[in-house]
């Protein structure tokens, strides 16, 4: 179909599998962006080595859980098609492992002949072969050998006698090949690197570089003295990924913890569905290795052609010093109503109040909590955790408040995946110090983040409100972009407990005041608001659409989407990872612009902006548009209503994002993403960047009026970013070329 055919709206079935981009080819794409970050020279060094890593753990968990699935689907005879696109499991699985196959290569190719040696130029190095160490790195390798790693090792013998042993999911192994003295058959086993034991061992310098040398390295230097008076014929490292996706039957259950403890259990001992080798494996070994797990050798096996799992990366990336090697330090910037205020509960109830985290600092959310343990005037606290730190304050606070005898109610999801130890830890722990520990719905998981304080003001019973986007973590608040608000306004505060209510006790759902929840409506409302766009603009009116999210898979949502385009609406959607809505095609999508952002900072926020002909609303939350949020989790979606915050959303972080010619990626019809390049006479403007020097401009400038200086508009030397245009100025395309 060319641009050249005129093709009515009502011809077209929005229907077709073929206006729908596959969910774990998108997935993949969304990872190649990650890996577009390791490539780029303009990205330091270490950031750089990072991505790489990251690259390697996004992999490994796509497999566990979506592949794993896959596999399920494909095991139990299940031929039929899932998701808009119509794709079957096995058309899936065949595409999976092609791409794969080709990121993975280009992802060693940049390690090995970009990454590494631009490392090793900066003195930071991982040594893989004997020859390359010296007597005194072999010496001390082997102190640390005989102390360290000998005593965990159980080397394990594959014969008629000793089968082949259950290998820990993600675990790196040395398949050996020995022969007896004067016999010729072969033996094999196995050894298992130990997983306890950090990956990288860094060796002593004299010179002050960084050597590393690898775990698997360092046994097989040693495998004789594992296998006294055999002969070491050959070997290879390995790893191996199993399947960890599961399902709990909701009638079935009647204690979820349990249910969910037996079920990670089961995680660690699910079927093997990738199998990693060293490329230099012997074609025997590679066969046993299948056989033995039962993969096929060509759709399952990847061939690695350096140092396995790349995600020890982070242990490089972890080195101190370096600086010149990484970007810039930043320190995120505290709250100005909140710092200049007497305490926290006067900031709050003076005025509602944005942050923009990393930018802005997260601590206001941790006092929030820490304060209410400690404030003989609160009376009660209650919060929903999804993911925490490992040791969180949050957490700790929750226990305080418990043991000081306020009521503390804890809605923890055990269900959030690969967190789901962590969690049970926690609820046992927030159990015990008397919190009120709740696990929400055995079929929807809580998703939405949410917390309420009670206290006792002078003027009476008052409940402090937090809706954010971000989880309650204070290690990832630095690395994501996320946005919090704090209120006391009384309707958001009837909707809050209402939503605990919900959660935790019997109750029909109100009549909300505020907030959209999903499952219950928040599907239908965002389906609303886009086709109140189409209908604006099909009466002569200005419909206008703008979206920050993360995923966007819903077929209703899509399809809603594509209505509004045939209408003329301009959309603009920046969507950091999964994304089934094509743009660009004639006569569905040509008024839809999609970009992608990845940078330093992991893009989180999700923020909806309907132009309502010219009278904005504008919502942000916890949902995505994916099928999942909508309908199988609970979640908050809340309006931002002050005037001057509902300016600050629009005008500076959705603009900022929209604009982006250095991070953004804009995807194609076709599915490829290519970089957005700024337009002739255009500067470049990189999103992240001016967040930053915005959170440190205003810095700057109250710390000048603080000081009675002169304000910033008087002040030299203080870069001030140009205000983006406004939502209506922007346009919906920009240039994008094929790097």
Known sequence: MT????????????????????????????????????????????????????????????????????????????????????????????AISQLVGELVQEQYRTWAEEVMPELQNNNISIVRYEKDLSDADKAFIHEYFVKEVFPVLTPLAIDPGHPFPHLSNRSINLAVQLERPKATDKLFAVVQVPGVLKRLIELPSPTGSAVFVSLETVIRLHLKDLFPGMKIVHNTAFRVTRDTEYEIEDEEVEDLMKAIEDSVRKRRRGTAIRLEVEAEASEEIVFNLSTSMELDTVADVFAIPELLDLSCLFQVYALPGYTDLRDPPFVPQPNHEISSASDIWTAIKQKDILLHHPYESFAPVVDFIEY?????????????????????????????????????????????????????????????????????FVGLKTHCKVAMVVRKDDDGIRRYIHLGTGNYNPQTARVYTDIGLFTSNADYADDVSALFNYLTGYSELPVWKKLIVAPSRLQSFMIQQILRERDLQLKGKKGRIITKINGLLEPAVVQALYQASQAGVKIDIICRGICALRPKIPGVSENIRVIS???????????????????????????????????????????????????????????????????????????????????????????????????????????????????????????????????????????????
């Not at 050249?4 to 969304?30: C, G, K, Q, V």
């Not at 609820?427 to 929400?440: Q, Y």
């Not at 600050?648 to 994002?657: A, C, D, G, K």
Request: proline share 6%; hydrophobic share 40%; charged share 30%.
């Open 372 to 440: 209410a343990a400690s404030d003989d005037k609160v009376l009660a606290i209650k919060q929903t955790l999804y993911r925490t730190s490992h040791d969180s304050p949050i957490v700790r606070a929750l226990q305080r408040a418990a043991d000081a005898g306020k009521q503390v109610t804890a809605v923890i999801e055990l269900k959030a995946r690969l967190d789901e130890e962590r969690n049970i830890l926690w609820a046992r722990e927030l159990e015990k110090s008397g919190v009120h520990v709740v696990f929400g």
């Open 3 to 94: 641009t050249s055919e005129t093709i009515s709206p009502a011809e077209i079935n929005l229907d077709d599998p073929s206006l729908y981009i596959n969910r774990e080819i998108s997935w993949l794409e969304f990872n190649r962006r990650v890996l577009d970050e390791a490539r780029d020279p303009t990205v330091p060094l270490l950031e750089r080595a990072k991505f790489l890593g990251i690259f390697s753990a996004n992999l490994d968990e796509f497999f566990m859980v979506r592949v794993g699935g896959l596999m399920q689907k494909v095991h139990a005879g299940i031929t039929r098609s899932f998701g808009a696109d119509r794709s079957l499991p096995t058309q899936q699985l065949e």
């Open 597 to 739: 952002v990845v940078d330093r900072f992991l893009e989180h926020s999700r923020i909806f902006y309907f132009g309502n002909d010219g009278e904005p609303e504008v919502y942000v939350g916890s949902a995505d548009w994916m099928d999942r949020n909508l309908s199988r989790r609970v979640e908050v979606v809340f309006p931002i209503e002050n005037p001057e915050m509902k300016d600050r959303v629009i005008n500076e972080i959705l603009m900022s994002s929209v604009r982006d010619n250095v991070k953004a990626r804009e995807l194609q019809a076709d599915g490829s993403y290519v970089r957005v390049q700024p337009a002739e006479n255009e500067p470049p403007f990189r999103s992240q960047s001016h967040f930053l020097e915005l959170a440190s401009n205003r810095a700057i400038r109250r710390e000048l009026t603080a000081d009675n200086s002169p304000k910033i508009a008087d002040t030299k030397g203080i870069r001030r970013p140009k205000k983006p245009k406004k939502a209506e100025d922007i346009p919906p395309r920009r240039q994008a070329t094929s790097e």
